[in-house]
């Protein structure tokens, strides 16, 4: 399964972008999806989550009521909108995928099973 993320960019402080990934291999419907970031010197963390019907989603607290995490079953690409962007938001952003029967959601980094290149946010004040 490869997974590509897009949209990362270079944008000021209260800027909006939004990053998509879509995996390839299987039916898109049959995977979980998520988002991650890494920020220079810190381990990976959990941004997001989206269960396979797009019914269920979670968030880490700090980018709750920023960040939505959606998907288009339609167009197999699962989508991170983030809006009011913030320094501390700086990371490079990943995707991930895990294939699964399960119709609730993952939300640690080691539920899932496939990961994207990384796609760079860069906030800046």
């Known amino acids: 399964v490869q997974l590509q993320a897009f949209g990362g960019g270079l944008v000021q402080a209260r800027a909006s972008l939004r990053l998509s990934c879509a995996p390839y291999?299987?039916?898109?419907?049959?995977?979980?999806m998520g988002w991650f970031r890494q920020a220079p010197g810190k381990e990976r963390e959990f941004v997001a989550a989206i269960s396979r019907s797009g019914g269920s989603t979670d968030y880490t607290d700090s980018v709750k009521g920023r960040f939505t995490i959606s998907r288009d079953n339609g167009k197999n690409t699962v989508y991170l909108e983030m809006t009011n962007l913030k320094p501390e938001d700086t990371a490079v952003y990943y995707c991930a995928a895990r294939p699964t029967t399960y119709s609730g959601i993952y939300a640690t980094r080691a539920d899932y099973y496939y990961w994207g290149q990384g796609t760079e946010v860069t906030v800046s004040s």
């Open positions: 291999g299987r039916p898109f419907s049959s995977y979980n």
